[in-house]
């Protein structure tokens, strides 16, 4: 089945302790993003990926890190989480057409004490 | 800075009704994507326009893209309890970043 998983599913965690939210697809989409969803600010992309080894900032990249080693994988990494960053993630792939259909994954909710 | 406007941002209807959610911005864009979401789910796609003025029917759901690509509205025709949800417009800048702005969202509830 065509998907794309995000582990883990829930996180609750502590200020300043490093965390990394793993994304995969197994659709060898060469483009692949992550957002954070927040009440009453809609979706805001954190970083995308064109493909292997190429990422770029989307409008809110502060205190993230992405790497993109592999076409499938595309994890998402706080080095130090803060409580503004607790929110519900979601990482989403498509082939590389601009106009293509962005296939989501279920969401990854997390909450920094 | 949000760059996609939406209205209404609520949404409570009786089942047969119809409505017209509304995408707005100052901004062009190359496309425009609607998505529907579920609760503890992410969106799914709905349609993408591409061309100014281009309009596309997926059953009872009529998508509109602005003459000028800078706006859009989804109209639902007679709306059912299944068309609850969370409904997201997504533009695709027109500057070859890729980068995505999503609307705010408009949550629909139809009433039986």
């Known amino acids: 089945e065509a998907q794309v998983t995000q582990n883990p599913r829930y996180l609750i965690t502590v200020t300043g302790k490093k965390l990394t939210v793993t994304c995969s697809q197994n659709?060898?989409?060469?483009?692949m993003s992550w957002y954070r969803q927040d009440p009453g600010l809609g979706l805001r992309q954190i970083y995308y990926?064109?493909?292997?080894?190429?990422?770029d900032k989307g409008d809110v990249p502060e205190g993230y890190k992405v790497s993109r080693k592999e076409k499938r994988n595309f994890p998402l990494i706080l080095e130090s989480p803060s409580p503004n960053q607790t929110s519900l993630y979601f990482c989403a792939s498509r082939t590389s057409g601009r106009h293509n259909e962005q296939f989501f994954g279920p969401g990854t909710r997390l909450t920094v004490l | 800075t949000q760059l996609l406007e939406q209205s209404p941002q609520f949404l409570s209807i009786q089942e047969g009704e119809n409505l017209t959610v509304y995408c707005n911005s100052s901004s062009v864009f190359s496309s425009l994507q609607w998505y529907r979401q579920e609760p503890g789910e992410g969106p799914v796609l709905l349609v993408t326009?591409?061309?100014?003025?281009e309009v596309k029917k997926l059953k009872r759901l009529t998508f509109q893209f602005g003459d000028a690509r800078k706006d859009s509205s989804l109209h639902i025709t007679a709306a059912q309890p299944g068309d609850t949800g969370l409904y997201l417009c997504?533009?695709?800048?027109?500057?070859?970043?890729?980068?995505?702005?999503f609307g705010t969202g408009t949550r629909l509830k139809v009433l039986a």
């Open positions: 659709m060898n989409h060469e483009y």
């Open positions: 326009v591409v061309t100014g003025g």
């Open positions: 990926s064109m493909n292997v080894e190429v990422t």
């Open positions: 997504a533009g695709v800048r027109d500057s070859g970043t890729y980068k995505y702005i």
